[in-house]
């Protein structure tokens, strides 16, 4: 059974720091992988998806990385900005599940 | 905006009451989905809709009673609920679940309390 951990649990960071979000899971075989963010009360918007024969993926400032041999990807952000202050999900898809198995997260708060 | 809207917001039931959540999303998209959020734990996914066929229960009471008319719409049917169902209802769709690339947008969700 796929289980999807995410650390740390909340982190706070000044602006302009780069930082590193990361998640682990239990179960290599997996689809693809993906982060998403959620602000307080919203829905989850997708930020970066990582099919599993890739090794990365970028988008602006943030970058994705995917080690499945380890079961850890990580999620790079440059330059934080207040703006960045959400919560971050990491979600694994199994190989022939076709459904996402959801981290608990990770609350950032980017101070100006 | 991201082409998933849900209604209500917010609601607040009795544990005798009856009402429903909405989901519309004007993406195109074939499949839907509804997940719940509760405190501190990670989301679950609840129920999935492909082409308005259901392909999956994840073992959820039968207190909670998906519809899916078209694949435009998805609906949550809640019955005799328990305190403990008071979560953030949130729905997703996405164009093809099998597809490596396929990416969900998700609604702003239901807060639901159940009083």
């Known amino acids: 059974k796929q289980e999807v951990t995410q650390i740390p649990a909340a982190l706070s960071v000044p602006e302009g720091e780069n930082l590193v979000l990361n998640c682990s899971f239990t179960?290599?075989?997996?689809?693809?992988l993906q982060w998403f963010r959620q602000d307080p009360g919203k829905g989850l918007t997708s930020l970066l998806l990582?099919?599993?024969?890739?090794r990365e993926q970028t988008s602006g400032r943030l970058n994705a990385s995917l080690d499945k041999s380890s079961g850890r990807s990580t999620l790079y952000i440059a330059a934080s900005q207040p703006g960045d202050s959400a919560t971050y999900l990491c979600a694994v898809m199994s190989s022939g599940t076709y459904k996402y198995i959801f981290g608990t997260g990770t609350r950032l708060k980017v101070l100006a | 905006e991201t082409g998933v809207t849900q209604t209500p917001r917010h609601l607040v039931m009795g544990m005798t009451n009856k009402k429903s959540l909405k989901c519309e999303q004007h993406?195109?998209?074939?499949?839907m989905y509804w997940y719940k959020q509760s405190a501190k734990k990670p989301l679950e996914l609840m129920f999935v809709?492909?082409?308005?066929?259901?392909?999956e229960n994840n073992s959820v009471p039968s207190r909670f009673s998906p519809e899916c008319p078209n694949s435009s719409h998805l609906f949550l049917h809640l019955h005799t609920l328990q305190p403990e169902d008071s979560a953030l209802y949130l729905c997703?769709?996405?164009?093809?679940?099998?597809?490596?690339?396929?990416?969900?947008?998700f609604g702003p969700g239901t807060r639901l309390t159940v009083l």
């Open positions: 990582i099919q599993s024969s890739q």
């Open positions: 809709y492909n082409f308005k066929e259901q392909t």
């Open positions: 997703a769709s996405s164009q093809e679940p099998a597809a490596s690339t396929d990416t969900q947008y």
């Open positions: 179960d290599s075989a997996i689809y693809n």
């Open positions: 993406l195109g998209h074939n499949a």
